[in-house]
C-alpha cells in the first residue's frame, strides 16, 4: 500500500522447483564484462517507456508447489548497462508498494549514480497481480475508487470515531475481490514474487544479481535473500519495513510514523504562515492544523470536480501523502510548494471562501490519484486492490470487530494526526483466504552484503521499522541513517551526498561502511 501513497519512482520455505541448486558464487566471481546469455526476446514495453528501456514477458508458475501447472505472466524491463566494459552484471530492482515497477530502470536512470548506471543492467518487473503482469481486479470503477478515497488506501474512521462504515466497505471489497480475481488471490505474496525473481534470473543467464529495493521492495529482496542466498551478491534496501512486523501490526507503525515526520511539516507551515495561514509557530500550525481537520469534520466540503468528499480526512490522507517527499515543500513564487497549496486551499474551503484555483488543487489531488495508478489495458482497480491483496495474502489479520473499535479509539487518541485510520478494519480483516503457510523468516545467512539506507523521518517506514530489519538481518547488514524526512534515500530531491555516496561505493567496488554509521 505504501506505493499508492507515495507513488514513489513514477513517481518468501523455499518449495520444489524455486530452490536454487547452483553452488555458492563469491561476490567478486559474478562481475562480468560481457551481458549473459538470454532466453529472453526484448521489445517494446507496454508501458510506452521509451528506449533504451526494453521488456519481455516470462511465463513463472501461477503455485510453486505445482510448477507444472497453470503459469502467469510477468513482465520484466531492463535498460543494458550504460558501459559494457565496466559491467558487472544485473542490478535487479523494486519500486516499493506494491505496486507497478516496469518502468523503475527508465526512472533510476537520472537518480543512480553514473559509475552505478555503468556497471549494471537495471532490471525491473511488475510483481504477479499487478499491473502488465497477469492482474487482479476486484471490479471496481473509477467513480468509486475517487469516492472510497478514505477507505481505499487507508481507513478512516467517521468523525465520530465510528468504525461501521469500514466495516461494511471492507466486506464488500472482500467479496468483490474474490468473485472478481479468487483463482489469483492464494497466490499474489511477497514470497511469490521473491520465487518469481528467482525465475527471472534463470531466464537472464545470470548466476548472481544485485539487487536495490525500496519500501516494499526491502521486505521483497530480503526474502529473496532468505529463499535464494547463493544467488544474491550485492543488496541495498532504502527505507526499511520490519520483517518481523507484519500484516496489521505493520499498519499500525504508519501512526507514529506520521509523528515522526510531523515537526518538517510544521516548521514548512511557520516558515511560510504569510500563505498557509496555519499559525506562524510550529505549536500553532499543529494546534491549527488539527482544529480544521475537525472542522471539515463536523462540516465537509462537496466539489462539482470530484466525487471525494472534503472533509477532515481528505486533510489527513494527502497531508500524509505529500508528507512522502520534501519535493512537496519545496516551491517559488511562481510554483508554490505543493503543501502550502493544499493547506491553504483546505483552509479556505472550511471557510467557505475557496477560490477556482483552491478548487483545482483539491479536486487534482482526488481524481489524480487514480489517474496516477491507472495503466491502459490495466483494470481501473489494479493498483488499490493488489496493494490490499499483498497485504491480505501475506499474513492474516484478526477477524473480531471489537479488537479493531478498542485500538482504533486507542490510536485516535494517541495519534491524532492519522486519527485512528492504521489501526482500523480494512479489507484484510474481512479477506476470503488465509495464508496456507507461514511467511519466510529474515534471518542471518553469514554473509556481509546488505546495505540499508534509511531517513530519520520517514512517514511510511520509520526509522524503528529499518531498525527492525537491522536486527533481523544481524552482521550481515549495515545501517546508514540520514538525518532527513520523507520516503526513499535515493529518490529525495536533495540527495544526501554522504548516503548515495555509500550507495555507490558498494554497488561499484563492494565497500560496505566498517559499521552503521549517520548522514548529517
Partial sequence: MRKIISSAIAVVAALGAGVVTTAFIPAEASTAPRPAASKLRWGACPSGAPAPQQCTTLRVPLDYRQPRGRTIAVEVSRIPAADPAKRKGVLLTNGGGPGPSLDVPTAL?????????????????????????????CGRGGDELVRDLQFSILSFPAADGSIDANVAYAKRMARQCAANSGDLLPHVTTANVARDMDQIRRALGERTVSYYGISWGTYVGSLYRELFPQTVDRMV???????????????????????????????????NAGTVHLGGTVREVRKNYLALAAKLDRHPVTLAETKAPINGNFL????????????SLIGTPEAPAPMGQFWAAAGNAAAGKATAADRAVLAGLANDLLVHGTLPNVPQDN???????????????????????????ADRAEFPLTAGAPANYAPCSAWSVRPDAPEPTV???????????????????????????????????????????GHGVLIHPRPNDCAIGALEAYLVDGDLPAKDKSCG
Fill in 383 to 409: 493498483l488499490f486492490s493488489s496493494g490490499w491483496a499483498f497485504a491480505c495474502g501475506d499474513v492474516a489479520w484478526p477477524r473480531d470487530v471489537r479488537t479493531y473499535a478498542s485500538n482504533t479509539a
Fill in 237 to 271: 534496501i532504502d527505507s526499511s519495513v520490519d520483517p518481523n512486523v507484519r500484516g496489521y501490526d505493520d499498519f499500525l507503525t504508519f501512526s507514529g510514523a506520521m509523528e515522526d515526520r510531523w515537526p518538517d511539516l510544521a516548521a514548512f507551515g511557520a516558515a
Fill in 109 to 137: 536512470g537520472g537518480l543512480l549514480p553514473a559509475e552505478v548506471r555503468d556497471s549494471y543492467d537495471l532490471v525491473a518487473f511488475d510483481p504477479r497481480g499487478i499491473g502488465y503482469s497477469t492482474p487482479i481486479s
Fill in 443 to 485: 534471518e542471518p545467512l553469514g554473509r556481509r552484503n546488505v546495505l540499508i539506507l534509511q531517513n530519520e523521518r520517514d512517514p511510511a517506514t520509520p526509522l524503528r521499522t529499518a531498525q527492525g530489519m537491522r536486527r533481523a538481518l544481524g552482521r550481515d547488514a549495515v545501517l546508514v541513517t540520514v538525518d532527513a524526512g
Fill in 316 to 327: 489527513r490522507l494527502f497531508t500524509w501523502q505529500l508528507s512522502y517527499s520534501d519535493a
